[in-house]
């Protein structure tokens, strides 16, 4: 159980297009989504929280118009990255929890973006 | 901030040995949580430590928590080479979010 997918595994665009991001947990609720950012070699940077029907919270230095995120169900979290340019290339992981109050992330198998 | 370092950064290994990883917090803790990615896969959930000296195996893992709550440990006996990846530990402060290590990098010489 809690499994949790990612829509594409790997994209490449061109500088200034937008590319959409879906994260859906296939086997549970998801009430939190999180969303981080792994550049090669180094750890995991959280962008920012999604809770279902509400706003996301961003990190601090994360642009909100930048990093778009929305968490229309339980199921599904979506990032779309606006305006891409080659400094937004990199591996992007969701993962999610089945309530604000469970401890475990269950992380996607990430999407890999680069832009050319 | 709250701020979560693990060290060593890399861990080269002899196949066969054991090792340990350690993780330390800037801050006290209210759990610390250990995670694998495999090289080119995604953060896989190991373990959860909440109590004070709390220590937790799986089968040739230790998973350890300081008394204090600012520190764990993972001690790996007779490393295999399904024991390569990077091992993060992520720890979480009262009503904070989960902060990643910067991760410790194994390689296994067989």
């Known amino acids: 159980g809690a499994v949790v997918s990612q829509h594409p595994s790997r994209v490449i665009c061109k500088s200034g297009t937008s590319v959409k991001i879906e994260c859906r947990s296939l086997?549970?609720?998801?009430?939190?989504m999180f969303w981080y950012r792994q550049f090669p070699k180094q750890s995991l940077m959280l962008m920012a929280t999604?809770?279902?029907?509400?706003?996301?919270?961003?990190e601090q230095g994360v642009e909100k118009d930048k990093f778009l995120i929305n968490h229309a169900s339980l199921t599904l979290s979506t990032l779309t990255v606006t305006s891409a340019h080659p400094e937004d290339s990199s591996f992007y992981i969701c993962s999610a929890s089945h309530s604000p109050g469970q401890e475990t992330q269950y992380f996607g198998p990430g999407t890999r973006l680069l832009v050319l | 901030g709250q701020q979560v370092m693990q060290i060593p950064q890399y861990q080269h290994v002899q196949e066969g040995e054991d090792f340990t990883t350690y993780c330390n917090s800037s801050?006290?803790?209210?759990?610390i949580q250990w995670y694998k990615q495999r090289p080119g896969g995604h953060p896989v959930f190991l373990i959860q430590?909440?109590?004070?000296?709390e220590v937790k195996k799986q089968k040739r893992l230790t998973f350890q928590f300081g008394e204090a709550k600012k520190n764990s440990s993972l001690h790996i006996t007779a490393t295999q080479t399904t024991d390569v990846g990077t091992y993060f530990c992520a720890g979480r402060a009262a009503g904070n979010k989960l902060t990643f290590g910067g991760g410790t990098r194994v390689l296994v010489k067989p």
């Open positions: 430590l909440v109590k004070s000296g």
């Open positions: 801050t006290t803790l209210s759990n």
């Open positions: 086997d549970f609720q998801a009430t939190t």
């Open positions: 999604s809770n279902e029907g509400s706003k996301a919270t961003y």
